[in-house]
Each structure stands twice: as C-alpha cells, then as structure tokens.
C-alpha cells in the first residue's frame, strides 16, 4: 500500500450507507431498530383505540352516562343548599330587653360567628375550586379524564366529613376549601363527556338535564339541611352527604374510563413518547460509535433536566392555550355576562331563605325557597335547553335566549321583592325564576361550542373560575356587609336583583358578535391514519357520528 493510501485509508462502503453524503438528494431512511420502534408503537396506538371500542360495556350507554353525573352533580349542589339551609346554617343567640337570651343554632350559633364569616363560609370552597379546576383540565391531556373524575369525587367525599367533623371556624373553613378541590375536576369534564355523547339534534336538552340539578340540588339542600340540622344535628347532614357520594367516587376507579373528543388515549400517548425516545436512543447510539460516546457527566445533566423541560413544556402549552381563549370574544363577552349573573344567583342561594325568613316572616322559609326553586329550577332549565333546540342551537340563538330571558327574569324578581303580600310574592318570584333558570343550558353551550375541542375542559374549567372568583365568591360577603350596613333585607334584596339587567346587557351584546361553532374542528392530538378505522363513538348507543378527532 502506498504512503498516500496509509495516510487515507478508503472509505467502508457499508459506513457510507448509514448517512447521505452532502451532495445527496435522498432523505434519509430511519434505522432498522428505530423505525421498528415507530411500527410498534403505531401499531399499539391501533390496539388500544380498537380494544377500547370493542370492550365498552353494553350497559353503560350514553343516557346512564347522564343519568351518573346528572346524580353527581345533584349532590355537589345539595351541600350547596345544606349550608345555606337554617337547619344547618342556623343564627346566632339573641338577648331581649329583659335580659333573656337564647342560645344560637347551626353553625353560625355554635362558632359564633358574624355575617361576614358566615358569608365566606359559604364561598370557601370556591378557593379549591379556582385553584384546582385550571390544573385538571390541563391534567386531561396528559391523564384520561374519566380517571381524574374519581380522584376529585375521592376528595369531595373525605372533605365533606371533615366538615362534619369541624370543631372551629377555620377547621370547617379549610374542608370547605378542599371541597371545591373535589368538586373542580366534575365541574370541568362532565359537561364536554355529555356533549359528545348526546345526539346531535338533542344537544343542548342534554345539558339543560345535567344543569337542572343545580337548581334542583340546591334546593333539594335547603330541604335535607332544614330537616337533619332540625331533627338531628347540623354535623349529620354532612355526614350523609359523603356517604351518598362514596359509591361514585368508587366508580370513578373501577369503571372502564372513556376519552374525550379531541384527546388521545392516554395508552396512544405513552405509545408516541416511546417511539420517540426510542428513535431518539438509536439516533444518539450511532453518533455515540462515531464521536466516541457522550460522557456519562453530562448524560446525568440531560436526564435531571427532563422534568424541568416537561413541567415547563406543560406550562407553556396551558399559556398558549389561556392566549387564545381568551382572544375569542365570544367566549369572553359570555363569561362576562355569566359573571353577572352569577353574583346573583350566588347570593339568592345562600341569604334566600334568611331573606324570606325576615321579609315575609316565613316560618318555613327553607321549605319554602327550596319547593319554589325545585319546581322553577327544573322546568326552567329543561324549557331553555329545549327551547333552543327547537329554535335551532346556535351561538346567535343562545345569546338571544339569554338576554330575553334575564331580562324578563328581572323585572319578575324586582317586582317580586316590592310586593308586601307574601303570596304576590311567590307568584311574581317563580315566574323570575322559570326565567333565570332557562338559561343554564344556553351559557353553557356556548363554552362548549366557540372553542375547538381540545380546549373544551379548560374553556369550561376558566368560566367556572370566572363566574366564581368575580360572581358568587364577592357576592355573599358583600351581601351580608351591605346587610349588616343597612339592616334592611328588603332593599338589599332589590340592589341586588337589579345586577340581572347588567347581565342581560352583556348577553344582548353577543347577538352582534362574529361567531363559529368550533365542535367539528380537529382536536390537536392527531390519531394515525391506519387506527383512524377503529375510531367509534365513545359509548353504544350513540348513533351520531362523530368527526375524526
């Protein structure tokens, strides 16, 4: 061999057929482990999306979906009316001229605590609440939904105990907040399930049944709570309350969790980030035998930095998203007006009865409040959701119900509350609230349906935030220290009644508004063309075809 070729040996023909040459046009073909890797994982993607399908129990079909979280929901709302009940709440000890006192009831007796801190333990659970609802709704992209569900109901339930439990004010004040922790993962995620299972020409109707348990278990609440804090004790009420959600939080587990239109399974994810840091592994094990490998040193830095890099890889993605919900005006003017709203709603709920209670000298002003807002809370919230239906559900037509409705709902409640007859009174107060009420299904269509559904739970995670953080978290408070200001329940009832018409002025407003319904918009998680077969609806029973995610 000559001098020239020792100094520069000839290239082996099977290195060069690893990598392209510079000049080369070709791509370049991904190793034989590597696009192994990739193969497999498309091919478990596929698995699991087909086995999914095929084992979905027959028994769970959408109408019992339903039907479990329209019960759910009645029960986080029931605890809502027990607090507020006077069987539960109760009233502190008076003193009259002669110097003989009673002793105080409830909660409010047995703390003795002011209106101001029985105004925030009512709003208390709302700190979980806002806390905890933006984590699960970014938690569903990463963990399957359904599962998540569970994990809330779980906390829901121990929370509540330790209400039950409590032995001072800032004891039962902190399991309230861990109540709204429980309650933050339902209120997010039920509400897009629903609307994926419901039949396309029955969608709002659907959502009127799940949200009519608001009224309905509210109301149901002031009922149990008078009851059980009358005949028993106030701490037995929520007692109950926890074990009757026992069973759902079990089911949360146990049941063959669902996915939600625009998410892959969490088994498709886990299948993607295997491809990739298989690929990833056999691309580095090449250039490892070329430059002669990567210290270990600095292989433990890259492997410490990974959980920075997916933490803030999260946070970046929930900042994303955040900016462009809130660059879609629709949403923001009806979040907007269903702040207004709430802050009414709110306030109605826990000083109602205690309102009745001085107005009109009810001596069963929870029986009262709670029948009144049974029977209006249930035929109104069917009637809007099926009225719009019938109207044809879109974003113009629900800002139409909404305006309409809260407009009128106001006049009703206002005139209602300047009445000095009691039975004037209920008659002019039920027809405000058949009105209110009609709107629960409309707003939340909305949430759902001007955003693409990928950020479905977070759309309705923030308007829970929203309408609690500036509605019904300030709204008791203010109430009991505008109260406590005027001692006057009657122009406190009427202040407050007339933030309806703010309300209805926002609303009014998004019937201008450029709107697209967003439902069909792929989903950012993309499912590869050859499990894309497999996709089905999430339950049996469904017949509405749905768009590839």
Wanted: proline share 5%.
């Amino acid at each position: 061999m000559s001098e020239k070729d020792q100094q520069h040996p000839p290239t082996n023909p099977s290195r060069l057929s690893k990598y392209p040459t510079p000049s080369s046009s070709s791509p370049l073909p991904p190793p034989p482990a590597a696009a192994a890797a990739v193969s497999v994982a498309v091919a478990e993607m596929a698995r699991v999306q087909s086995k999914d399908s095929a084992s979905t129990p027959s028994w769970f079909t959408p109408k019992r979906l339903l039907f479990i979280f329209c019960v759910i929901n009645m029960l986080n709302y029931v605890d809502r009316g027990a607090i507020a009940s006077n069987g539960v709440n109760g009233s502190l000890g008076t003193c009259d001229d002669k110097g003989i006192c009673t002793s105080g009831s409830g909660i409010q007796g047995e703390f003795n605590l002011n209106n101001f801190q029985d105004g925030v333990l009512s709003s208390a659970f709302m700190v979980g609440l806002l806390v905890a609802s933006p984590i699960f709704a970014s938690l569903a992209k990463s963990h399957n939904p359904f599962r998540l569900i569970g994990v809330g109901l779980s906390v829901w339930t121990f929370a509540t105990a330790g209400c039950g439990s409590a032995f001072d004010f800032w004891s039962i004040a902190i399991c309230r907040m861990l109540v709204g922790v429980g309650e933050a993962s339902f209120i997010s995620l039920a509400a897009p399930f629903i609307d994926d299972n419901a039949p396309v020409s029955q969608k709002t109707a659907w959502l009127a049944m799940f949200y009519m348990c608001i009224p309905t278990g509210i109301a149901l609440g002031y009922v149990y709570g008078g009851v059980v804090g009358d005949h028993l004790n106030w701490r037995y009420a929520f007692w109950g309350e926890a074990i009757l959600m026992l069973p759902f939080a079990v089911l949360g587990f146990v049941m063959k969790p669902l996915q939600l239109k625009g998410f892959a399974p969490a088994e498709s994810q886990k299948a993607q980030t295997v491809a990739s840091v298989t690929e990833g592994s056999e691309t580095s094990s090449i250039v490892d035998h070329e430059s002669e490998g990567i210290s270990s040193h600095a292989s433990e830095k890259i492997t410490k930095s990974t959980g920075a890099s997916s933490f803030w890889s999260q946070f970046s993605r929930f900042s994303g998203d955040m900016k462009v919900l809130l660059q879609e005006r629709v949403y923001v003017v009806n979040v907007l007006g269903y702040i207004a709203y709430n802050f009414v709603i709110g306030a109605y709920s826990y000083w109602g009865p205690k309102a009745g209670y001085n107005i009109y000298h009810m001596s069963n002003a929870d029986m009262m409040f709670g029948g009144v807002t049974i029977v209006c809370g249930i035929m109104g919230t069917i009637s809007g959701g099926f009225i719009l239906d019938r109207m044809s559900a879109t974003i113009p037509n629900a800002f139409k119900l909404l305006s309409a409705a809260t407009f009128l709902g106001a006049i009703f409640c206002l005139s209602a509350f300047c009445l000095r007859s009691l039975y004037g009174f209920i008659a002019l107060f039920s027809l405000g609230e058949l009105l209110i009420f009609a709107t629960q299904a409309p707003v939340n269509y909305v949430c759902l349906h001007c955003v693409k559904p990928s950020l479905r739970p977070l759309s309705m995670a923030i308007s829970t935030v929203s309408i609690h953080i500036f509605g019904d978290v300030p709204s008791s408070p203010l109430v009991g220290v505008f109260q406590d200001h005027v001692n006057n329940w009657r122009e406190t009832t009427l202040v407050l009644t007339s933030v309806f018409f703010l309300a209805a002025g926002i609303w009014f407003t998004g019937i201008f508004l450029k709107s697209v319904d967003r439902f069909d918009e792929d989903g950012e998680i993309q499912i590869p063309p050859a499990s894309r077969a497999n996709t089905k609806p999430l339950l049996e029973g469904n017949s509405d075809n749905f768009s590839e995610a």
